[in-house]
Antibody, heavy 119, light 107 residues
Framework: QITLKESGPTLVKPTQTLTLTCTFS??????????VGWIRQPPGKALEWLAL???????RYNPSLNNRLTITKDTSKNLVVLTMTNVDPVDTATYYC???????????WGQGTLVTVSS | AVQMTQSPSSLSASVGDRVTITCRAS??????LVWYQQKPGEAPKLLIY???SLQSGVPSRFSGSGSGTDFTLTISSLQPEDFATYYC?????????FGQGTKVEIK
């Protein structure tokens, strides 16, 4: 059974760095074809894809975030970390991590974690 | 980035209705298109991948079609549990991009 769970702060001040952790079980991020991505959703708005790390440590980012994102994986601990620098109130959103495998994009999702950026 | 345009942004329908949602890509994305359903307060749920492949466990009333730039999600007979927001996602290239969503409401 594949599960993912996001964790991190619920409130962050503008200009600070946000660090979110995705802890997963039921699969290995060393298996060929597997990836873990991050997607966010501002309140009442659409989904936005942020970043992805593959089993082979290939990483992809959304350039609209202007190089503010870093994604890393710890295969031995079954976790993926997303770091976002210089946050702004527009970064207020529910952040999801999700599993992908080969051509099946995001078949398992975490429950999401709401992050509010406010002073 | 590939732009994904969904239409309509919302629709009202009755139980039993046939519902069609479209997604148009700004460039050819072959059949690299995914459909999700999202209910309030929940994470998205994968319905269709590779434009027309039904994810395991998803009812057969859901179907996907299209290739290239134009795609369609069809619900053949709308059920009460289908009232939700639907999103398309292109997984042809990076950055991945979602459509803006289609909210299906009760008429």
């Amino acid at each position: 059974q594949i599960t993912l769970k996001e964790s991190g702060p619920t409130l962050v001040k503008p200009t600070q760095t946000l660090t979110l952790t995705c802890t997963f079980s039921g699969f290995s991020l060393s298996t060929s074809g597997v990836g873990v991505g991050w997607i966010r959703q501002p309140p009442g708005k659409a989904l936005e894809w942020l970043a992805l790390v593959y089993w082979d440590d290939d990483k992809r980012y959304n350039p609209s975030l202007n190089n503010r994102l870093t994604i890393t994986k710890d295969t031995s601990k079954n976790l993926v970390v997303l770091t976002m620098t210089n946050v702004d109130p527009v970064d207020t959103a529910t952040y999801y991590c999700a599993h992908r495998f080969t051509t099946v994009e995001y078949n398992y999702w975490g429950q999401g974690t709401l992050v509010t950026v406010s002073s | 980035a590939v732009q994904m345009t969904q239409s309509p942004s919302s629709l009202s329908a009755s139980v039993g209705d046939r519902v069609t949602i479209t997604c148009r890509a700004s460039q050819d994305i072959r059949n690299d298109l995914v459909w999700y359903q999202q209910k309030p307060g929940e994470a998205p749920k994968l319905l269709i991948y590779a434009a027309f492949s039904l994810q395991s466990g998803v009812p057969s009333r859901f179907s996907g079609s299209g290739s290239g730039t134009d795609f369609t999600l069809t619900i053949s007979s709308l059920q009460p549990e289908d009232f939700a927001t639907y999103y398309c996602l292109q997984n042809y290239n990076y950055p991945r991009t979602f459509g803006q969503g289609t909210k299906v409401e009760i008429k």
